[in-house]
C-alpha cells in the first residue's frame, strides 16, 4: 500500500536551495517508480525528475545540473533537492509513485499513488 506525503516546501530566495520530501506512510518505495512534478496555476503539471526502481535518474531540462532525487528507504522518503532556485521553479511540488513503463516516465497519467503537494515560493 502506498500513501504519498509531500512537504518541506517553503519561501526562498533565488539562488537559494530547498529540499523536499516525499513519506510513504505505509512502506518503503521499494519496486516502485518515483517522480517529481511541479504545478503552477493556470498551468498543466510538468514532470520534474524521477528515480526509477532500476536506480536510473531522469531531469527536465531546465532542472539539470540544479536538482537531485534521492531515496532513504529506512526513512520511507525520497527527497528532491533543489540548488540555485530561480523564480520560474515557483510550484506546487508533487511526488507520485507507480509501476510506469520506461517511455512513460514522464507522463503524469502513468503514475496512480500521489501526494498532497506542497508550495515552493521562490522570490525576492
Known amino acids: 500500500q502506498v500513501q504519498l506525503v509531500d512537504s518541506g516546501g517553503e519561501w526562498v530566495q533565488p539562488g537559494g536551495s530547498l529540499r523536499v520530501s516525499c513519506t510513504n506512510s505505509?512502506?518503503?518505495?521499494?519496486?516502485?517508480?518515483m517522480a517529481w512534478f511541479r504545478q503552477v496555476p493556470g498551468k498543466d503539471r510538468e514532470f520534474v525528475a524521477a528515480?526509477?526502481?532500476?536506480?536510473?535518474?531522469y531531469f527536465r531540462d531546465s532542472v539539470k545540473g540544479r536538482f537531485t532525487i534521492s531515496r532513504d528507504n529506512s526513512r520511507k522518503t525520497m527527497y528532491l533537492q533543489m540548488n540555485n532556485l530561480a523564480p520560474e521553479d515557483t510550484a506546487v511540488y508533487y511526488c507520485?509513485?507507480?509501476?510506469?513503463?520506461?517511455?512513460?516516465?514522464?507522463?503524469?497519467?502513468?503514475?496512480?499513488?500521489w501526494g498532497q503537494g506542497t508550495q515552493v515560493t521562490v522570490s525576492s
Open positions: 505505509q512502506g518503503t518505495f521499494n519496486g516502485k517508480d
Open positions: 528515480r526509477r526502481r532500476d536506480g536510473h535518474v
Open positions: 507520485a509513485a507507480g509501476l510506469v513503463i520506461l517511455s512513460r516516465t514522464r507522463d503524469e497519467s502513468a503514475y496512480y499513488y
